[in-house]
């Protein structure tokens, strides 16, 4: 009679074994102990199933021949090798193994792929556009889009995470140009992306990618038309015990390119960190880049940085003496194809500080040594200078209100110059000195109800001294301000507002030996005030500064300068209402060396308006971006920078539709730089699909 066999119990058992199986691994969760456990378990787990259904095939058999099955009470039964092999034959996909190749449950262990995550998408779309002011010129074209992304992992998501992808951008674009031949333009580009990451939870991860990249491609529509490369390597270690040691390197290359600028970026950085002790710690960076821009325009131009930084900090439990010692060396380049600016600066400095053991004496000292040497080179002249240099200073807290402090400083700077290959010109040896000393009192505030009036005053005299020991000059100086804040908090329409108005005024006299006395008034006043109802909040702070200076070069500092900055803001926090308003600027006007008033105003806007007219996925924005140069009130002026600076503004305003997978995009912009006009109008529509798991 044909042995009936259970299929179920014996086809599911390798399946559950390998999902619940984990490698032994060090410094992974779960890893050697755990995994002998949940071994262990399923042994026992699965040899009991196998033995109940081997008793109920062993039964149904042995009553039919007339046999007899002796059970043990104490485990599973022991069954005959024939009738294992004669179960597992039946079995379909299960073949006979010998019991010293078998797994624990009897059966071979199958392995099957890591789920992938897939998805992708296509898209097509239309685009119209038209040049105003210089260009003229318009057209028509279109942009197709496809790309499909997949993700799984290798053996287990915590040895190998790996994720690709792949896609084109196909456009064709139509330009009319009044008085030139048209020009059609078919362009077909590849993008995608390669990443996997290695050990992800692991002392040692590894990380690197590579992705190729299209603006067209976005998920958002926008005008802006840029291809971008890009590749990066990184990978960490960091020591398990007390992670007392930590070691990490990038490298990454991006490489962006517009209609008129192509743009090469370059970056590597190694960094250390280490804690020898519980009292050292050290530090170390390496960073090396470089940035090539070519300009249809402006030509091609460099910028290259080669740094290495390495600091050392000693803080003792047992001591109130702490130093920090940090080595830079710093490389830089700066130019064109032509030439340019390359220097090359290595500093060192040594910092300390101290307090005393006994803390009723609130007493700090802090200084330091610092050596530099920089050097210079354009075309064929090239420059140096060394600076040796030393400072010192001490606070004693007297209390909360009161301080004096003491400083010093000395340096010796040596510099010089060499034009070609002739001998050293320009040679000059400089010492200088400063000492101070001063005193800072701030009162408590004084509080009347609301109201808060403070109160402080400062002196200080300062001594310097030139090479030879003469003294250069000696200044006094002292300075006495109060202020008073004033908070409001009121409601309207029963909404609570808040508002708080603040008024200081501050006065600063200097008298010198040599450059004579100089006193400056300075008076602030601002003002505040927000509000909040529903889902929307809106401010206004408003700053007015007032600075008259009386004394010494009238060159050196403008007599009388006003400034007036203000900020207004109303947007919203709700979900479903994220628009709103700002209005952003800056006014100040000053007296230039002619005796004339120079404006400055610099003022932004932007405004954000979501569901204009009602209509669900629709969305405006707006911004203003604008710079009337220097006004000069007086006439004429004769400053270089008054006739350098031109009005400029810049006016970008965005009306987006988007509902499902259908968008759409309006572009109006107008801008003026430095008296070149440019402006333009831009249709853009779009439809996507998505699929995938």
């Known amino acids: 009679m044909p042995v009936i066999v259970r299929q179920e119990s014996l086809a599911r058992q390798p399946s559950r074994r390998l999902r619940r199986r984990k490698p032994k691994m060090a410094g992974v969760p779960g890893g050697a102990q755990a995994s002998e456990e949940v071994q262990q378990a399923d042994a026992s787990s699965d040899t009991g199933k196998t033995s109940q259904d081997a008793v109920q095939v062993a039964t149904s058999s042995d009553a039919a021949a007339g046999k007899k099955v002796l059970a043990q009470s104490s485990g599973?039964?022991?069954?005959t090798t024939a009738k294992k092999e004669v179960?597992?034959?039946?079995?379909?996909?299960?073949?006979?193994?010998?019991?010293?190749?078998?797994?624990?449950?009897?059966?071979e262990r199958k392995y099957a792929l890591a789920p992938i995550k897939w998805n992708g998408s296509v898209s097509a779309g239309l685009l119209w556009s038209k040049g105003t002011y210089e260009n003229h010129s318009h057209g028509f074209g279109n942009v197709e889009t496809a790309k499909i992304q997949a993700s799984t992992y290798?053996?287990?998501?915590?040895?190998?995470?790996?994720?690709?992808?792949?896609?084109?951008?196909?456009?064709?674009?139509?330009?009319?140009?009044?008085?030139?031949?048209?020009?059609?333009?078919?362009?077909?580009?590849?993008?995608?992306?390669?990443?996997?990451?290695?050990f992800s939870y692991s002392r040692y991860p590894i990380k690197m990618g590579v992705d190729v990249s299209d603006s067209r491609a976005l998920d958002v529509l926008t005008n802006d038309n840029r291809r971008s490369k890009r590749f990066i390597a990184e990978q960490e270690y960091k020591k398990p015990r007390n992670m007392n040691m930590w070691l990490g390197w990038n490298y990454g290359i991006t490489s962006t390119q517009t209609d008129t600028i192509k743009e090469l970026i370059a970056t590597g950085t190694a960094t250390f960190h280490g804690l020898p002790n519980k009292q050292e710690s050290l530090d170390a960076k390496l960073n090396i880049s470089r940035d090539d821009v070519r300009n249809s325009i402006a030509g091609e131009s460099f910028t290259t940085e080669r740094s290495l930084a390495m600091q050392r900090t000693y803080l003792p439990f047992d001591s109130l003496w702490s130093s920090a010692t940090s080595v830079r060396l710093i490389n830089t380049g700066q130019g064109s194809v032509d030439g340019g600016v390359l220097a090359r600066n290595f500093y060192v400095d040594q910092i300390f500080s101290w307090q005393p053991e006994d803390e009723d004496l609130n007493v700090f000292v802090n200084g330091g040594v610092n050596l530099a040497d920089t050097r210079t080179s354009y075309l064929s002249s090239v420059s140096t200078s060394h600076y040796l240099g030393g400072n010192v200073t001490a606070t004693d807290i007297v209390s909360q209100n009161l301080r004096y402090t003491a400083s010093g400083r000395v340096g010796l700077n040596v510099s010089a110059g060499r034009i070609g290959s002739g001998s050293g010109v320009g040679g000059k040896r400089t010492m200088a000195a400063e000492e101070r000393v001063g005193a800072a009192y701030r009162a408590d505030p004084y509080k009347m109800g609301k109201a808060t009036y403070g109160r402080n005053w400062s002196v200080g005299l300062i001594a310097d001294q030139a090479s030879g020991g003469v003294r250069a000059d000696q200044k006094i100086t002292g300075s006495v301000g109060h202020s008073l804040g004033l908070p409001l908090d009121y409601k309207l329409f029963k909404k609570a507002q808040h508002f708080f108005f603040s008024v200081s005024q501050g006065l600063v006299a200097t008298h010198g030996r040599i450059l004579g006395n100089e006193v400056v008034l300075r008076n602030d006043l601002n003002a505040a005030w927000h509000t909040q109802w529903g889902g929307a909040r809106a401010g206004v702070t408003l700053g007015v500064g007032n600075v008259r200076t009386w004394g010494r070069n009238p060159s050196s500092v403008p007599k009388k300068t006003r400034t007036i900055s203000f900020d207004v803001v109303e947007d919203g926090t709700a979900q479903y209402r994220s628009g709103g308003w700002r209005l952003k600027g800056t006014v100040q006007a000053h007296l230039d060396v002619t005796g004339h008033v120079v404006v400055n105003v610099l003022g932004n806007a932007i405004y954000t308006k979501p569901r204009p007219f009602g209509v669900r996925g629709l969305t405006y924005q707006g911004s203003l971006l604008a710079n009337p140069g220097q006004l000069n009130a007086g006439g004429p002026s004769t400053s270089v920078a008054s006739q350098a600076s031109q009005p400029s503004y810049s006016l970008v305003q965005q009306l987006r539709y988007r509902i499902g997978m259908n968008e759409a995009l309006f572009t109006a912009d107008m801008s003026s730089t430095g008296g070149h006009k440019s402006g333009g109008l831009y249709l853009q529509l779009r439809a996507w699909r998505n699929f995938g798991n």
Do not use: C
């Open 76 to 79: 599973a039964p022991e069954i």
């Open 87 to 107: 179960a597992q034959a039946s079995v379909p996909g299960v073949s006979a193994v010998s019991p010293g190749g078998s797994s624990a449950g009897g059966a």
């Open 154 to 198: 290798i053996l287990a998501s915590y040895i190998a995470k790996v994720r690709g992808g792949i896609g084109f951008v196909h456009s064709t674009q139509n330009t009319k140009t009044p008085g030139v031949v048209d020009n059609r333009k078919n362009n077909l580009t590849l993008i995608g992306n390669a990443d996997v990451s290695l």
